[in-house]
């Protein structure tokens, strides 16, 4: 990976916990302005990996990389550079919005450089969080989809290079989903923020990642886009079409073709055609069930080149 834009370069990662391996060599890395979303079952390893790659738990062994250090000897100055959305806070109820993301963001003033404008002016932050209205607000007043807009303002207040976000929508309305979908989409295009979310709203993953990792079984057994997953994982599409008042369907390795000889052969005959290909659910179970019924090292050998 290119020194200039590698920003997460994670190799052999292991994690024991007293007989226990919890992690069993994960391998990935990321570049700048990628969003990369890390999938996997309750009690895959994700919590301990992002903890790891934070500098917040001391890895057991493997190389990691994060900004270009080491997370488990880096400094405030490596840390001012990284932001960190959590799945819930429940400080800072008698502060207003306004003012709490003012006294956050004083901390970063040190760390701005050149290139990066350091904190971000928090005016421009709560429009860009959707909490205009709420400025003035206490925190404790605001509602849960509100609060956790405020999580995410304060996750990136000191313009971080790198931004990890656990469940960032859970409690938001569809709305607000998509406002913050934007907001995902306007920090990685705009800014260049590598992101490294976990959820597990598989539509959520499918809609923001340019790369998803599925860890299971203490590795990650699949890298990829989900059009490229769900490609190595189904080989074959499945087609439903009507004929006649009958419905068919077949399964076929090459749609266009078989489609194309299809309406060769029927015309207008055929109706209510549909092709589907796996979906990233779809993939998504089929891996993870690979995996715990003890195949977890045939999956990954199965995503080898994406690795």
């Known amino acids: ?35 990369v979303v890390l999938l996997g079952p309750n009690g895959a390893g994700k919590t301990t990996t992002i903890e790891i790659l934070e500098g917040f738990r001391v890895r057991s ?4 990389s994060v900004l270009g250090a080491d997370p488990a000897q880096a400094g405030e100055a ?10 819930s806070w429940r400080d800072h109820g008698k502060w207003r919005v306004r003012e709490l993301l003012q006294h956050l963001g004083s901390y970063y003033a040190a760390y701005a450089t050149p290139l990066v404008r350091r904190p ?3 005016d421009d932050l709560v429009a860009a969080v959707g909490l205009t209205g709420q400025a003035q607000r206490r925190v404790a007043q605001l ?6 807009r405020l999580d995410v303002a304060i996750g990136i207040v000191g313009r971080p290079e790198l931004l ?7 409690g938001f309305d569809p709305a607000a989903r998509r406002e913050f979908h934007d907001l995902v989409h306007r920090l990685s295009d705009v800014d260049e923020t590598t992101i490294l979310l976990t959820t597990h709203d598989l539509d959520e993953a499918e809609k923001l990642a340019d790369r998803i990792l599925i860890l299971a079984g203490g590795r990650i057994i699949a890298d990829g886009s989900a059009d490229q997953l769900s490609r190595r994982v189904a080989a074959e599409s499945e ?22 000889e299809l309406f060769e052969q029927h015309g207008a005959a055929i ?5 589907r290909r796996s979906s990233l659910e779809d993939t998504y179970m089929t891996l993870v069930r690979e995996s715990e019924a003890g195949r977890a090292s045939a999956a990954a050998a199965a995503f080898e080149g994406a690795l």
């Open 1 to 35: 990976m290119n020194a200039s834009t590698g920003v997460l370069d994670v190799r052999d990662l292991r994690m024991r916990y007293g007989s226990v391996d919890v992690l069993r060599g994960v391998t990935f890395a990321a570049r700048r302005g990628e969003v």
């Open 271 to 275: 109706t209510d055609l549909e092709v």
């Open 239 to 260: 087609i439903r079409w009507s004929r006649d008042g009958s419905r068919y369907v077949h399964a076929a390795a090459d749609a266009t073709t078989f489609v194309r």
């Open 120 to 122: 971000w002016p928090v």
């Open 78 to 87: 490596w840390r001012a550079r990284l932001g960190v959305v959590l799945q």
């Open 164 to 170: 990890f976000l656990d469940e960032p929508t859970v």
């Open 143 to 148: 509602s849960g989809g509100q609060r956790r």
């Open 61 to 64: 062994a493997g190389e990691v």
